[in-house]
């Protein structure tokens, strides 16, 4: 059974930044393709950046292109989001997930696995 965990969420002023880490464990998650997922409160959770397996393909929402980049460390199994220039939209609770898949999927039944969450706020 395969595990995600998320972590580094917290409280931070609009314009600064963070980084959320997933640890993975349990599955040969270094091929899978991984995303990060966001969800405020009363909306629907959304996509905001994916990678596949192999780490060389990126993708990213509108909204947070430019300004988040996400990364993995295939030695720690863990994937990163780092996120600049933080607005008080972005404001969610942050999921991890991961998915056997060959390509990188931006809606939520394509990913199998799922993590906890980690809560972010961005004060203004």
């Known amino acids: 059974q395969g595990q995600l965990v998320e972590s580094g969420g917290g409280l931070v002023q609009a314009g600064g930044s963070l980084r959320l880490s997933c640890a993975a464990s349990?599955?040969?998650?270094?091929?899978?393709?991984m995303g990060w997922f966001r969800q405020a409160p009363g909306k629907e959770r959304e996509f905001v950046a994916g990678i596949v397996w192999s780490g060389g393909i990126t993708y990213y929402a509108d909204s947070v292109k430019g300004r988040f980049t996400i990364s993995r460390d295939y030695a720690k199994n863990t994937v990163y989001l780092g996120m600049n220039s933080l607005k008080p939209e972005d404001t969610a609770v942050y999921y991890c997930?991961?998915?056997?898949?060959?390509?990188?999927?931006?809606?939520?039944?394509?990913?199998?696995?799922w993590g906890q969450g980690t809560q972010v706020t961005v004060s203004s």
């Open positions: 997930a991961a998915d056997d898949g060959i390509r990188v999927g931006d809606t939520v039944d394509d990913y199998a696995y």
């Open positions: 349990g599955r040969a998650f270094s091929t899978y393709a």
